[in-house]
Each structure stands twice: as C-alpha cells, then as structure tokens.
C-alpha cells in the first residue's frame, strides 16, 4: 500500500521555524520525486519546493526562495525546513510523489499525503 505522511506542522510565531516531514512507503522512493506544497483556506494549492528523483536537484517558490530548504533524510523521507516563517505561509502541507519528475504542477505527481497544518501567527 502506498502511503504518504506528513508531520512536523504547528503553531508558531512570525520569524520562527519548522521541520516538516514526509515520510514514504509502498513504492520505490529512490525513482520519484518528492514535492511539497500548500493550500491556505479559500485558496488553491500551490507548489512550495520539489526535489529530483534523479540527481536531488532542488526546486523552490520564489515565496519561499532563502527561507525553505527541502531536503532527503534518510531512506524514504523528505523533510521541508521552514524559516522566517510569516503568516502568509499558513496553509496545510502536503507532500507528493511524482515519477515524471519536479514540477509545480499537480497533475505531475502520483501519490499524495493528507496533509499537515502549519499556522503561523503575526
């Protein structure tokens, strides 16, 4: 069974930190790329960083370019560290997996997690 899980979200304050994780089974991580993205309420989910399943080449919002570093861990996690948080990066974060590759488009990706709320207050 594929599964994506998200963890690490929060409630944190304008200027502070998280460290998102995603954590893959079920299907050859190694081969896919691993996105993330968000969704603020009202909102349509928008792409936030992406990393290659071929050279770990890595991707970002011009949003989040110098705060965001997206990272593989360990074998089949990802993880997102968000600094400098503000508050229009509120949303729920999800990861994906896409075997084409990076892009921040939805249709790209395979597999989704069901997400994790980070809020950040002002």
């Known amino acids: 069974e594929v599964q994506l899980v998200e963890s690490g979200g929060g409630l944190v304050q304008a200027g502070g930190s998280l460290r998102l994780s995603c954590a893959a089974s079920g299907f050859p991580f190694d081969d896919y790329a691993i996105g993330w993205f968000r969704q603020a309420p009202g909102k349509e989910r928008e792409g936030v960083s992406c990393?290659?399943?071929?050279?770990?080449?890595t991707f970002y919002a011009d949003s989040v370019e110098g705060r965001f570093t997206i990272s593989r861990d360990n074998a089949n996690t990802v993880s997102l560290k968000m600094n400098s948080l503000k508050p229009e990066d509120t949303g729920v974060y999800y990861c994906?997996?896409?075997?084409?590759?990076?892009?921040?488009?939805?249709?790209?990706?395979?597999?989704w997690g069901q997400g994790t709320q980070a809020t950040v207050s002002s």
């Open positions: 990393i290659s399943n071929t050279d770990d080449m």
């Open positions: 994906a997996a896409g075997r084409v590759g990076c892009s921040f488009a939805l249709y790209f990706y395979d597999y």
